[in-house]
Nanobody, 129 residues
Framework: VQLVESGGGSVQAGGSLRLSCATN????????MGWFRQTPGKEREGVAT????????YYADSIKGRFTISRGSDLNTVTLQMSNLGPEDTATYYC????????????????????????WGQGTQVTVS
């Protein structure tokens, strides 16, 4: 199983970026996919999750109203549209697939704990200045 992130980069405060995470149908279908972020010296933070058959399940308070998680036009892709970025959003962003069993309730309630996710991408850097 592979998760491949893309779309990170550098942007000025107030700008936007779109992250993408590509995987295969076996991993995506019926699963909960999430985005996390991490800065040096801090724990990995849950940002948003999406349950494949329903849609968005969780958004961290820190990004509500600014970030949107969605399924890509390529149905095996999950995207994170980030708008009105600030320096506090600077981090390495990771895509992850949840550990079974899968349910919308877990995708929402267990979203903050990275231990609930079994597969991780390599990470993509987002820098906001």
């Amino acid at each position: 199983v592979q998760l491949v992130e893309s779309g990170g980069g550098s942007v000025q405060a107030g700008g936007s970026l779109r992250l993408s995470c590509a995987t295969n149908a076996e991993t995506f279908n019926g699963n909960c996919m999430g985005w996390f972020r991490q800065t040096p010296g801090k724990e990995r933070e849950g940002v948003a999750t999406l349950f494949a058959t329903v849609g968005p399940a969780y958004y961290a308070d820190s990004i509500k109203g600014r970030f949107t998680i969605s399924r890509g036009s390529d149905l095996n892709t999950v995207t994170l549209q980030m708008s009105n970025l600030g320096p506090e959003d600077t981090a390495t962003y990771y895509c992850a697939a949840m550990t079974p069993p899968f349910s919308y309730a877990r995708c929402k309630g267990d979203a903050e704990n990275p231990a609930n996710f079994r597969v991780w991408g390599q990470g993509t850097q987002v820098t906001v200045s």
